[in-house]
């Protein structure tokens, strides 16, 4: 296993360090509890908004701590939930009397824990918490860690437009049904040309031959639709949009403009990221989809995999504008 | 070769024109010239800021045009200088009058071609070039493709401050004189656990045993100093600062406020690479180094290659204030 690290039981809580080192004017790490939290808290009455999981997917969560979009983020081990009694308290201090909105990806130790969390908060402190669930990945119903889709991309999306919503000052409710409407509008799916390896496992999740790749992978390297022999970009990015088209138009109907967001899996270059955005955008034109906003980048990564994720978000115009309001975090920044 | 790409001749520009479409606010992408330009002008009287080179380093340089930084950027193939008639068009067309300051690492491709281009511009449209080359790489003197140290992170850092000083409308040799300021304080060294496999060459450009990482690392695969076992990210982090602390001191003096930059290779999650900063902050902070600003991530890369490396810029006030001043680029924005 080549990675820079100490120990493999180390990793969080020194990344995490590292984090806070790295970014003291935009955040404060609660190291003991795991919990990244803005540097400067929000004023009174802003909807919180929180989310969290296994680490290994940085910048999520932590990396979107700020202004704009999350109030705080939960890591658990890598690849693993966090628990409870952290999401607790990491709602217990994000709240500012207005109510926490968990934005909760769909896998079943995080869904799990935060409705633990939630109801603990509710009983123990009086927190009005809505959790809401994304599950935007159309590569498979079921999986390795999940009952129903895996969340994923839409997520980043989601902590984003949602984040700005709280930031306008709308209320708890309003600010959970952004999150809802981003998730019912976002499809999703990934793909692999490497595995990924979990420091503490010190091998690779799954094997993957020199000259396959995992089509519809999913961030914590489980299992795909199918293994298929290397392609070009213009038949990975077909393969990754076409389902996601159909899904998206079977749910919600015709879909016009979208954010469409070319995710780096982690040991993905930027050049081969930039590549496959424009085939996606070449296959999007010719779809008759327009792309309003774009984002390419490793925002929601699964350690050292080499690959890539597309996802598709419907907009209407008010998406749009949260999507572009100010928004200050290490991950995402601008107009800020 | 495991890449998200086509055919290797396209990459370059098929990552241009994905690049084009995914910023078409920030961009305009001249692809038959391989050129990056802003996608609105600067206003006449601003000096212009250029800087290209091979590609494979993304989000340098195309990913760093934009207000507040470089006026344009020319990309070669992977890992070879462009030729000087790229330069000397975007040269020509970034020009407001005012100058044009070519900032260029030091390989021996591109100093010659940028040398040439700027003599060529200069006989042609008359436009006015001061060259400056950065040359910040402590790892060694001279290597496979540099006569003298060669330009790494430092010209990341150089482009960012430099193109602040021309957006305050700092005449001509002052803006030179910044990038100077900023190669002459900058020290740097990089480490490999992985080497990177360019397209056209479709196998890694050196073998690096399983135990093994390579210290000193060039940002094409050029070896550094030695190889030695793998280390925990603790002593690989003292490894790169020692040689770095040791090299300013000797060369400028005391070194008090530092501007520190861990950068990504292109393989390394941000997970390692924040793991790494921190490593890196305690040291500075044991060494009596004060870090007044940070940057963390894969900013100046090597294609595929796993591993990452440490720049230190040695900062007075007007250097962070300039640091401090909005930037607008794919690759670096805050403040705007």
Known sequence: MKKLINAPEDVVVEALRGMAAAHPQHLRVDTANRIVYRATPAAPGKVALISGGGSGHEPLHGGFVGPGMLDAAIAGEVFTSPVPDQVVEATRRADTGAGVVHIVKNYTGDVMNFEMAAEIAAAETGVEVVSVITDDDVAVQDSLYTAGRRGVGVTVLAEKIAGAAAEQGRPLHEVADV??????????????????????????????????MEIGVGIHGEPGRRRVPLAPAKEVAAMLLEPILEDLRTAVGDTKDVIAFVNGM????????????????????????????????????????????????????????LWD?????????WGA
């Open 325 to 333: 309001a100010p928004v200050n975090t290490p991950g995402l920044r």
């Open 179 to 212: 999150v809802r409407r981003v998730n019912e509008n976002g499809r999703s799916m990934g793909m692999a040309l490497t595995s990924c390896t979990v420091p503490a496992a010190g091998r690779p999740t799954f094997d993957l031959p020199e000259h396959e």
């Open 266 to 321: 982690g040991a993905t270059p930027l050049l081969e990221l930039y590549l496959m955005y424009g085939e996606v955008s070449a296959l999007l034109a010719k779809a008759g989809v327009n792309v309003v906003r774009s984002l390419v980048g490793p925002y929601i990564t699964s350690l050292d995999m080499a690959g890539c994720s597309v996802t598709l978000l419907r907009v209407d115009d008010d998406l749009v504008r």
